[in-house]
Every structure is written in C-alpha cells, then in structure tokens.
C-alpha cells in the first residue's frame, strides 16, 4: 500500500448516538419498544455507557487521542418530554456538553434526529402524516436557537432509509410495522424534513451553518452475477435506497421506484454537505426473493456484515455526483479482534483516499463508534468502539485502533508500517 495523505482541512472524528450512550433515555419510543412485552431486542439500554454524567471524562479522553471533531446527538425527548414542554434543565446541560468540546478545542457536529423520537410525537402518528412534522420542525428552531453560538455543523437526520424500512416495512424496528407503502411515505417525509429542517437552521443560526443529511449505503449486489433475477433484485433493492436517496438531493424530486415523484420545494439548496455512513454490503438470491447469507469466506463483524471496502469508493463517487462535498459520516467494525479493526479502517481510509485522488470531494472521515454503546437490537453484543466500554465497571479503555487512528489523524495520513504497527 502506497502511504495515504490527507489535507489539513479534512476533518477526522468519531460519532456517537444519545440513546447508546447517555442513558436512561426513558421518554422515547426506543425504550418504550426496549421494555414492551413483545419486544424483540436482545436487551434493554438502561444506563448505556452513562455518558450523560461522565461526558466530560470521555470528551477528555477523545482530547488525548487527537480527535478535533466528534459527532453527537440531543436527544430530543429529553429536551421536550411532553408537547411544548421545555426541560431547561436539560437545555442547560447540553450547552454544558457543547461547552466542553469546545473547551477541548473538539468541533462539535450536531445529529437533530438520531433514529429516537419523544413518545408523545409517535402515539400522535409520527412521521407518517405530514401535519407532525412541524414538531420537529419546532424543535430544530430551538436547538437553532439556543445552540447556534456553539454549534456550526448540523446533520438533520440519521439514516432516514434504516428508520423508514427496518420501522416501517421489514418490522424490526419500533414501531415494527410490515407495510411497504408506508415506509414509503415516510422516506419521503423525511426529506420533506430535511428541507424544513436546513430552512430553520439558516434561517435562525448564528454563524454560517455546514448543514447534511446522514445516508446509510450499502453495496447491493446479486449473489450470482450470471443471474437475471438476482441482477434484477439488487438493482431494484439498489434504486429503493441508495438510488432514491441520492437523486433526491441531486434534483430536488423524490422518485420512490413505483410512485409519483415528490418536488419537495428547498431540497436542493437544503444541504451543504451530504453524509455518507457505510458498513458492508448486501448480494441478492432472486431465486428465494431476498437477502442471501454472507460471504463466510470474508470476515464477518459481530453484527453478520462482511468486512467489503470494495464497496465503499463507488458509493462514495455517487454522493459525489449529488453535486454536493461528501462527508463520511460513519464508518466502523464491531469485532474481538482489534487488529482486524485497524486493517479495516486503513481499507477504508484508501479508498476515501483513492476516490478523493480521482476527484470527488470528500471532506472529512468519523469513525463509528467512539466507545462500546448500545447497538439498538443487538444490545451490548456488538463492540465497535475505538475506546472499550467494561459493562461491569463502565471503565473506559482505549484500543490499539484508537491510538493507530491518534496516529493517523496527527499525520494526515499513514504507511503500510504504521497499520502493521498497531495491528501487529
């Protein structure tokens, strides 16, 4: 591997989600659907990784391992527990949490939406009717409002596709709905949102804000290449997300493979950035109708997703072709073997670097997740952190990845000697 170079003004970081690392999260439909009778996650979150209290200790730490930006988000059902009831106190602390990234000289990327939704706001039918989607648009003017000073970069919705179709079409997500229409309607009521959402923000931050819309891509490919169903399959599960998504943004109109197309008015101008977040891919058996097993001769994170970066740089060009600068949004492996870790975000890492050399316009790389969370279904199974989380203690510890990545984000870049290194 030849070394791989960014520019100074790339942006590196990690991410993380209220829900999986905050902690008694009680207001939202994430523990509504955790604590059901019926529910089918492996565990509740509780107090995840405690980060609401010990988010100084953890930001302290991500100061030590270089990290100048982190992406984070405010939970919005703590901030209004109820209809137009405002939590100050909440409000208070998270221009504490603001604060001290700032005073750690950490850029602060905000998440509006991050998969939870205050329960009052779905018992009222969520995201299905385009009369609710005013509260949010309510809240984004608040944290415009009341965070602007401290925050310049907003991300609006996180993985709008994962929500609409693991929520609302495959049932496996709350509110574990099986209706393919619907979860169309709420595809397209997101982006609806995501108009709204970058009109409020420029409309009422204080500073220029860098606004985008955080994508979950997969790599949909057939299982056998010399089939017409499974080409046939791939493509058409391609177009359903990957493919609506991007050529919303591109022109404004959302074409929901088999609808009417949507113009959804300020689409086009909403974004200045659009987030990427990728993990593996998907191959196709039109013969049985749907997903296929892994590639067990690949290796597989703790979630069954094959380690495939060969994926990532031509999902990465078509973000591209949005006409809109990319940044990798998330990024990550859940596995016992951190030097597996290591190699997969060098193999991430190059092909950023490859398409970046041929063009395209990726400006910055968080990796998923800072520390060991709550992975929504799985519960505390999955171990994608940089910094590893005892479940007994709480104690945070970093990883050999977490300091090859120090290593990397202080040398814009790294070698071959460097990935064997930390992964030796």
């Known amino acids: 591997m ?47 990784c405690d980060h609401y209290r010990r988010f100084r200790e953890d930001f302290q730490l991500l100061r030590e391992l270089g990290h100048p930006a982190h992406r984070l988000s405010l939970e919005w059902s703590r901030i209004e527990p109820a209809p137009g009831e405002i939590d100050r106190s909440v409000i208070e602390h998270y221009r504490r949490v603001l604060g001290t990234l700032r005073d750690y ?7 509006i939406h991050h998969f939870t939704s205050p329960r009052w706001f779905i018992e009222r039918g969520g995201f299905t009717t385009e009369d609710n989607l005013d509260a949010l648009v309510r809240h984004t003017e608040l944290l415009a409002r009341e965070f602007s000073d401290l925050v310049s970069h907003w991300c609006t919705i996180n993985e709008p596709n994962v929500v609409a179709e693991l929520g609302y079409r495959f049932g496996y997500f709350p509110p574990r709905l099986l209706d393919a229409e619907l979860a169309a309607r709420v595809l397209t009521n997101f982006f609806r949102l ?82 990427v977040q990728y993990y593996s891919r998907v191959r196709y058996d039109g013969e049985s109708g749907g997903p296929a097993l892994p590639d067990f001769n690949r290796i597989l994170s703790h979630m069954g997703w094959e380690v495939y970066p060969e994926g990532f740089g ?59 969370n709550f992975e929504w279904n799985f519960g505390y199974g999955p171990k994608f952190g940089l910094i590893e989380v005892d479940r007994k203690t709480l104690e945070r510890k970093p990883r050999a990845s977490a300091y090859f990545f120090r290593d990397v984000i202080q040398q814009r870049g790294f070698d071959d000697e460097l990935v064997q290194h930390w992964s030796g």
């Open 314 to 372: 031509p999902l990465l060009e078509r973000a591209g072709a949005t006409g809109l600068p990319v940044v990798v949004t998330e990024n990550g492996l859940a596995h016992d073997d951190d030097r597996v870790r290591v190699r997969f975000i060098a193999d991430h890492l190059a092909e950023v670097d490859r398409v970046r050399r041929q063009g395209v316009d990726v400006r910055g790389y968080f990796y998923w997740s800072a520390m060991d």
């Open 194 to 275: 995501h108009a709204r959402m970058a009109e409020v923000l420029h409309e009422h931050a204080r500073t220029s804000p860098q606004i985008g819309i955080t994508l979950a891509v997969q790599a949909h490919e057939p299982l056998r290449l010399e089939s017409e169903a499974d080409r046939a399959l791939a493509a058409r599960r391609d177009a359903e997300t990957n493919g609506v998504m991007f050529e919303a943004l591109r022109t404004g109109v959302f074409s929901y493979p088999g609808k009417e197309p949507v113009p959804i008015p300020g689409l086009r101008e909403a974004s200045t950035f659009v987030g």
């Open 2 to 48: 030849p070394r791989i170079q960014f520019p100074r003004n790339f942006v590196f970081g990690s991410a993380t989600a209220a829900h999986q690392v905050e902690g008694d999260n009680v207001h939202n439909d994430w523990w509504a659907h955790e604590h059901a009778p019926d529910t089918n996650a492996i565990e509740p979150s509780g107090i995840a």
């Open 105 to 111: 000289d950490i850029e602060p990327w905000v998440t």
